[in-house]
């Protein structure tokens, strides 16, 4: 069975999306626009973290719908994307901002505890936020899912390119080959939105299926700040994520372009992680292996939380 063939029969077999409601959020200065899905009880709620530095929550809505069956799910839109507001001083813009903005958003909403869920850039952003959470001893991240994250330092950067040209063939190929990664050391937005386009099929494990989604198309000049800082500069958080006491569930495609051993070595340093690896998925195995997706998460965050 094919991708889009496995997704769209798990999608039948769901009952209809629940709602999402919108509201604004002031916290560190800024108005964050926040969504939920309806309370469950005796669940703790799970934040969802797009990743993509560019984007808005949309991402991952309704992608991750399913989850909501067992519990409320909390996006948001990071701080300069989507209806958030946009932070004074962009050229200082940098990922720790976002993720200093997790555990602020937590204390805004009233919330003492929840979950974290991480995608791609989305991963490190959560990661980050509950060691900041776990150094200031509040305790208010439970579990952590890390889904296809980028890995504690950017050793995995600079290959990728090469082997998104590997992965794609024809016209796909040759309009990310006519991209100069070195361009996006700047902060220049329509070249890092040219760039996310021509590598977004490449995320793909099954050619088909990547050709049946429309490449979004990100408008965060804030993101672009934040991806140029983190391309030029490149980054390293193993001290900040080293024995993380988390308990953390790393997810990864097993055919996704980001390779295996960037997720392996993530789980190494952090002090309470298992890794599953999910097969015949790229970098978004929700839509290409939902099934033992949506299951894996499920039955991690279900679970008791196991004494460190």
Known sequence: MSALARYLAFRRTLPPRPPLEHRMVRARGL??????????SDASPLLCINGGLLFDHTLLWPALAPLALHRQLIFYDQRGRGASDTPPGLHASRIEFDAGDVPALRAALGIDEWDLLGHSWGGGIAMLAAAQENAAATGGVRKLVLVNAVGATSDWLPPLHAAGLARLTGDARARLAACDVRQLERPELGVHADYAQAFFPAWFADAD???????????SVTGAHVAARL?????????????LPVPTLVLHGAADVLPRSVA???????????????????????????????AAVHTFLAEGVPAS
């Open 31 to 40: 108005d964050f626009a926040v969504y939920t899905t309806p309370v469950i």
């Open 209 to 219: 299926l990547a050709r049946s989604v429309a490449p979004p198309r990100g408008d």
């Open 231 to 243: 391309r030029r500069d490149g980054y390293d958080w193993i001290d900040r994520l080293r024995d």
């Open 264 to 294: 392996e070595r993530t789980a190494q340093f952090l002090a309470r992680a298992h890794l599953v690896p999910i097969p015949e998925a790229g970098h978004n195995p929700f839509w290409e292996a939902p099934d033992a997706f949506f």
